[in-house]
């Protein structure tokens, strides 16, 4: 954060430089802006030190003053473009949504179901599942689906058609 974008493409490239100097080779380099900040492309350190292109999708719903029940579609749909163009698989490195503002199983199912079919270059998601989550606001909200029976269903009927 505040960092100049040739800064950090020099660090980036610096510790990649680093690993393959010391024989690392079972390293895969995800490459992870938040791309809802216009300029993110800026710090992109190139096609010889990405693996992969990645961002977050989390819906904060109504749980603070600055948030507000988002689309999946808001989220990610709008800037998947951008991210795509990388030419490099897409990652969605944390995917989740709150229950507080909205119905949290409709969610889920609205954007697993879009995905493979309107977002090809995602290969990968990995779900935030976090039960006590401080890291935003000062009382510990709860990502994780354990206990959410009409959200695990709705995931499980959406990725069985995967």
């Known amino acids: 954060q505040n960092n100049r974008p040739e800064d950090f493409v020099a660090a980036w490239r610096h510790v990649v430089e680093r690993f393959r100097a010391a024989g690392a080779r079972e390293v895969v380099w995800v490459w992870s802006p938040h791309v809802a900040y216009e300029g993110y492309e800026w710090f992109y350190p190139g096609d010889d030190v990405v693996d992969w292109a990645a961002t977050g999708v989390l819906n904060y719903g109504t749980v603070a003053q600055w948030s507000r029940w988002w689309t999946f579609q808001e989220i990610f749909g709008q800037r998947y473009d951008g991210l795509a163009a990388f030419g490099k698989p897409v990652m969605i490195a944390e995917f989740g949504t709150l229950a507080v503002g909205g119905d949290r199983a409709a969610w889920l199912s609205q954007a697993l179901d879009a995905l493979p079919g309107r977002f ?33 269903a709705a995931v499980r009927r959406a990725l069985s058609s995967w």
């Open 120 to 152: 090809p270059a995602v290969k990968a998601l990995l779900f935030f599942n976090v039960p006590a989550d401080r890291t935003i606001t000062y009382q510990a909200v709860d990502w994780s689906l354990a206990g959410d029976s009409a959200s695990l």
